[in-house]
């Protein structure tokens, strides 16, 4: 099993959020100029399971003046609800089984595209949310912030909502919190999606030292962060993400938040749990990753699929880091496949 020397994340961006940067600034620019079956049932919740659900997001409040417009519109509001000492903002949308949907490092529940949660929509009853500190999430800087703590958080609001092992999709550092939650909480789920994660510790194949200094050099322009995430020649998923990227009004990021996702991403670096329970882990799981990808090398996906006991590999050969967005069609096809919701 091949093991790298791991680059240590650095402090000034993190990689989603350098992502979302990258955007904005090219959008400013525009503007200028065979699976597992998850076992998750599609048939409608019980009536006491309904109102089981209903009685524990009594607490949730509807954020005012949240809801998007235009082809966003579907999203609905953002409601809030008290989860492991924190309220964690989320949005809720779609038909059909359960869908939780972890974003990466920094990122927010903003930084999914209108097209891939709407394509996921019409399979899956589906739920966003922030990350403590993150947007819409309030935090407690009173411990310090882990990928295994915004597991717990993750398995909280799965529990708060009521769901009933959901399906878990997770992107870059949110493959990362999947994979933590099936490796120590397998029971809150019914099956994992991770797209562009590692599983941390010694075993972890990180970003290539060079790739790591362009994603932190304040210097580096936004076309120069969009070639991290899409391959030269998607020029046509590029114009798509830099053009989705106002239909979702944004959220924000402080520089508290900032600090403590390093540590967090700091600390996965050493931290061996997830490696260590992922093998006890019954829940099936999906791994995919580009080829192309130079943010996370496409060997982890490898490493992750030898060390799970109920995993598939899927390799997109012409995609980066972004390929859930750069080919959402052929990806949303796998996860309705891979979880029986098609």
């Not at 993190?14 to 076992?39: E, I, N, P, Q, W």
């Not at 974003?103 to 209108?114: C, I, K, L, N």
């Not at 993750?154 to 949110?174: D, E, Y």
């Not at 880091?321 to 029986?340: C, E, I, Y």
Request: one cysteine or more.
């Amino acid at each position: 099993m091949p093991v790298s020397r791991r680059t240590p994340r650095v402090l000034s961006r993190s990689r989603l959020a350098v992502a979302a940067a990258a955007v904005a600034l090219a959008a400013v620019a525009c503007s200028s100029g065979g699976g597992h079956a998850a076992g998750a049932s599609s048939g409608r919740p019980s009536a006491r399971a309904t109102a089981v659900a209903s009685a524990r997001t009594t607490a949730a409040v509807v954020v005012p003046h949240s809801t998007p417009s235009g082809k966003a519109a579907f999203l609905g509001p953002v409601r809030q609800i008290p989860v492991n000492g924190i309220r964690m903002g989320y949005r809720r949308f779609g038909s059909g089984p359960d869908l939780v949907m972890v974003m990466g490092d920094t990122g927010t529940m903003s930084d999914w595209t209108v097209d891939l949660l709407s394509r996921l929509g019409r399979h899956y009853h589906v739920t966003i949310f922030d990350n403590r500190g993150v947007g819409y999430t309030t935090d407690d800087t009173s411990v310090p912030d882990t990928i295994p703590l915004m597991a717990d958080d993750t398995v909280g609001l799965i529990k708060a909502l009521g769901l009933r092992h959901p399906a878990l999709l997770g992107w870059s550092m949110g493959g990362e919190i999947g994979l933590t939650v099936a490796a120590l909480h397998p029971g809150a789920i019914s099956a994992l999606v991770s797209s562009g994660g590692d599983l941390g510790g010694s075993e972890a194949i990180n970003t290539p030292a060079a790739v790591a200094k362009e994603l932190n050099s304040p210097t580096t322009t936004g076309p120069q962060l969009l070639d991290l995430l899409f391959p030269a020649d998607a020029t046509a998923a590029r114009a798509a993400y830099v053009e989705q990227l106002g239909l979702i009004p944004p959220e924000k990021v402080g520089d508290a938040t900032l600090l403590r996702q390093y540590q967090a991403g700091q600390a996965y670096e050493s931290f061996e749990g997830t490696w260590d329970k992922l093998p006890d882990s019954t829940v099936p799981m999906l791994i995919t990753n580009g080829s192309l990808d130079r943010v996370t090398p496409p060997g982890n996906a490898s490493i992750i699929t030898h060390r799970a006991r109920h995993a598939e590999r899927v390799m997109f050969p012409d995609a980066g880091h972004a390929m859930l967005v750069q080919d959402s069609g052929r990806f949303v096809s796998l996860v309705t496949r891979f979880t029986a919701a098609g």
